[in-house]
Each structure stands twice: as C-alpha cells, then as structure tokens.
C-alpha cells in the first residue's frame, strides 16, 4: 500500500513536527507491504535537488520538488492528514488527492477548526480527533485496522 501523510510543515512547531513520527510508527506496525511518503521525505528530495543541483535557483528548486511532492500524492492508495495546522501546500496536495481520487483519513487536535473546503470536498472521508499522542496513535491504529 503507498501512503502519503500530509500535514503543515513550514508553518508547523516543532511539537507539530513531532507528531510525524507518531503516524510513521503506527503506519509501519499495521502495514507489511507499505511505501510511506512524509513530509521528511519531500524535505529530504528538496536537499538533494540542492545537492545535486547547485546552480538552479530557488524556483526551479520549488519546482522540482513540487513535482515529485504532487507524482507521490498522486500515486497514493491513502492519505493521511493531520489538520491541526493550516498550510497551504497541505491544501494543494489535498486538492490533488481529490482531483485523483485518493481515499483520505484525516486526523486533529481536538478544538481545531477544519476549514469547511476540505470537510466540504471529503465528505467520505473519517475525521477523527484527538486529544495527545498517545490517544492519535490509538485512533490512528484503529481507523487503519477498520480500513
């Protein structure tokens, strides 16, 4: 199964960050055959566009990690998104799910308000709360396992 996890990441605190970790372990225990992309992975692509590019410029830089952000989402069986924090990017990838029909599921911390478009244009989708990490990876494990 490839599995994108969504979520802010340059708008993000570091607590926010940190939640990443909890969706990656949860996802690797209750999948055997997974391939997971996350948002340290399209970071990690960034640097080494960088790398292996030195001359490009910040835009073609953009871009080229905005390409193989947008291939990963649009080659994922499921999205799992966390909207504790809004982002931008988060809400073009999940533009791009819908467009590709993605199923989502998606995760907040309880008081979070979740923007009528993405509740709106996900109608089918699970939206689960949560109040700390550790109820997120029992939720989260759960919802997978009813998938």
């Known amino acids: 199964m490839k599995i994108f996890i969504v979520g802010a990441v340059s708008s993000a605190s570091e607590q926010q960050l940190s939640k ?3 969706y990656k372990q949860v996802l690797t225990d209750v999948f055997d055959d997974l391939s ?3 948002p340290d992975d399209i970071w990690d ?4 566009c960088i790398a292996e590019n030195p ?3 910040k835009i073609d830089i953009d871009n080229m990690m905005t390409n193989f952000d947008l291939q990963k989402v649009r080659e994922s069986d499921l999205l799992v998104g966390d909207l504790s924090v809004r982002s931008t990017g988060m809400g073009i990838e999940l533009g791009v799910a819908n467009e590709n029909k993605v199923k989502a599921i998606f995760f907040f911390e309880e008081g979070t308000e979740i ?4 509740t709106g244009t996900f109608k089918g989708s699970k939206f689960v709360s949560y109040k700390d990490l550790t109820e997120l990876s029992k ?3 759960n919802e997978l396992k009813n998938l």
């Open 115 to 118: 923007s009528n478009m993405i």
């Open 55 to 57: 001359n490009a410029s």
């Open 20 to 22: 990443y970790k909890v």
């Open 45 to 48: 692509y960034r640097l080494k």
């Open 36 to 38: 997971l992309t996350t």
């Open 139 to 141: 939720k989260l494990k």
